[in-house]
C-alpha cells in the first residue's frame, strides 16, 4: 500500500509541475489533456488503494500530503480555467466593439429616424 501512495504523491507533484508550464505558456489544450491523464491515473490509483485504520495510523503523513498537494493542484486548475474564462469574455467584448464600429446600424430592426420622401 505505501507504493501506491507514493506514486499517487509523485504523480501529483509531477502534474503541478507541468500545470505550472503550460499555465505559463498558455498551451490550453496541452493543458487539458495533461489534467485528463493526470485525472484519469489518479483515479486508477484511488481505487488500488485500500488502506486499513492500522495503515492509515502508520501512513497518516504521507497521506496529509497527497491531500493538501491534490487540494493545490485543483486550485491551480480553478485559477487557470477561471482566467480562459476571463479571456474568452475579453474576446467577445472586443468582437461586439468591434461589430458596433464596423456597422453601428446593424442590429436595429426598426425605421425610426429613417427619412421617407413623400414627393415623387
Known amino acids: 500500500m505505501d507504493k501506491q501512495l507514493i506514486q499517487l504523491k509523485n ?12 499555465a505559463a505558456e498558455h498551451d490550453h489544450e496541452t493543458f487539458i489533456e495533461v ?13 488500488e488503494l485500500n488502506l486499513s485504520d ?3 495510523k502508520t501512513q497518516q503523513s504521507i497521506i496529509d500530503e497527497v491531500i ?19 479571456e474568452i469574455i475579453i474576446l ?6 468591434n461589430m458596433k464600429y464596423t456597422n453601428p446600424y446593424s442590429k ?4 425610426d429616424g429613417a427619412f421617407l420622401d413623400k414627393r415623387k
Open 11 to 22: 504523480l501529483l507533484e509531477g502534474t503541478i509541475e507541468k500545470v505550472e508550464k503550460l
Open 68 to 86: 493538501e498537494l491534490d487540494q493545490q493542484l485543483n486550485r491551480m486548475v480553478n485559477q487557470y480555467f477561471d482566467s480562459f474564462k476571463r
Open 108 to 111: 436595429m430592426k426598426s425605421p
Open 35 to 47: 489534467i485528463e491523464q493526470a485525472a484519469d491515473e489518479r483515479d486508477e490509483l484511488l481505487k
Open 54 to 56: 492500522e495503515e492509515r
Open 92 to 97: 467577445k467584448k472586443k468582437k461586439d466593439t
